[in-house]
């Protein structure tokens, strides 16, 4: 699989951390020390298909496709628009892929590398030739404002890339589920209602919608799979971990990722970092990040890369491409 094109987009509004200290009991030098992050960027009425429509006309441009000849699109988030249509089928339709079969995926944080996984096993199977692969997120909507542990960490987002068949480029993946630990990390619920279901009353709803999260257990979570993991792809690439030019790792605390530059013993110069300015933008993050870089020319002499990334679920995975 190679990767012909790459785009992102991210809402205008800035939120800073001390914007955030006037609607929370918080502060700027808690949130960058424990997290890294400094400001995030909010929909003010964009939905997750407006962000990932602006990210993949982007992608697709830069790879010199047209829309025309995207022949599927997959579309990782836990925010889409709405469950029907699905929101890929709602990017096809603002972006003219007329040609292209849609759906979406939900793997939370790990979404786009999973989504990413899907559309390399559609191509080596030959179904299909060009899929655009979009991670895009409206955390903003399942976010409690008034919840000072999770409101400073999430933001708004999105990143896609076109990928293409291409026997030249080794890929190989690894990823894993652990469904027991699912309410470590958990929201967005739509409880089952009918005429048969008392008591789901509009407070019980609201609760179960925002996201809830026992930060330190995703935290014990991702320090040790993530390095797991990326051990693990490199083993079945059959790649040493010091012949890896960059680390692309989901973007939720920057002490997450030094963790994991320390256990795997790489230099930390080697895992690029952007959690700063955006947050932790869930399926989004990595694509962000993927497509900073590539447009910033620091891929230009990249050519073995590992994406990795974790979340609810609980997912995690790594991914070996070569560029
Ligand atoms: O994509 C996957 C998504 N999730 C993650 O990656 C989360 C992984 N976990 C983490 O990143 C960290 O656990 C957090 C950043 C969420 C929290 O950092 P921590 O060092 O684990 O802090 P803590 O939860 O142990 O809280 C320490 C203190 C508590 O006060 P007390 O009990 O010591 O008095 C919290 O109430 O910090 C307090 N606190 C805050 N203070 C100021 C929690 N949130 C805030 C806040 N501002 N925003």
Redesign the pocket.
Known sequence: MKILGSGHYVPHTKVTNDD?AKI????DE??SS??GIRSRHISDGEEASDLAANAAMEAIKDSGLNATDIDMILLATLTPDRMLPNCACTVQKKIGAVNATCFDINA??SGFLFALNTANAYLTAGMYKNILVIGTETLSKVTDWSD???????GDGAGAVVVTADDSKSFYAVTGADGVKGPV?AGASTPLRNMLIKGNDDENLADSYFMK?D??E??KF?VTKVPECIGQVLEKADVAVEDIDLFVL?Q??I??ISSVSKRLGVDPEKFPVNLHKYG?T?AA?IPILFDELRKSGALDNAHKIVLS????GLTWGASYIEL
């Open positions: 955030l929370v009991d918080t502060n808690w949130i424990r997290t939370a944080c000072r542990s999770t409101c400073v960490l999430f990390l999260m930060g330190q995703v935290f991702a989901h939720a605390n002490r997450i932790n869930s993050s990334g974790f979340g609810g």
